[in-house]
């Protein structure tokens, strides 16, 4: 009997309005695309002729205004507005829909009140030295003074 096992990374960005007291007025999430230079690192993990290589890690989240086509070669964002540092990353243990477990991974990043205020369309996940993992369009989100957004990327292996 034959069995299968894949690595398939999926990856969702969950925007969340909060206002100054706390309150959730409006979640936005949407599924992202990896692009083939954020492919590109994963792969360099199982490369053993790269183990003396430093591989920059995924660090910032970059914000943008554009909604075009995702492209695997793009390299930036479309219309980049700003970007914030990921504060916190949670680890956890999941089961996919077929019952598998997969490991889940969760990268925190906030725009605060005076953060960004501009309209929003777009976001990817940046390492230190400005390489895109990932990008994903959205709704506009007019970010404004009135809130802050939390980022909450959440990518499954």
Known sequence: MLTREDLHIAGKLTLRKTTPDGQVVEEISAHNDIT???RSLVAR????DSANVAISRVSKIQVGRSQAKFEAKQTALGDR???????????????DTDGRQ??????????GENDCNDTLREAGLFTDDNVMYNRVTFDTVTKSKQFKLTLVWEILF
Request: proline content about 3%.
């Open 45 to 48: 993990l199982f490369n053993r």
């Open 102 to 111: 997969r490991v889940m991974l969760r990268l925190i990043g906030e725009l």
């Open 36 to 38: 083939l230079a954020g």
């Open 81 to 95: 507005v700003g970007e914030t540092p990921i504060s916190r990353i949670e680890a956890s243990e999941v089961l």
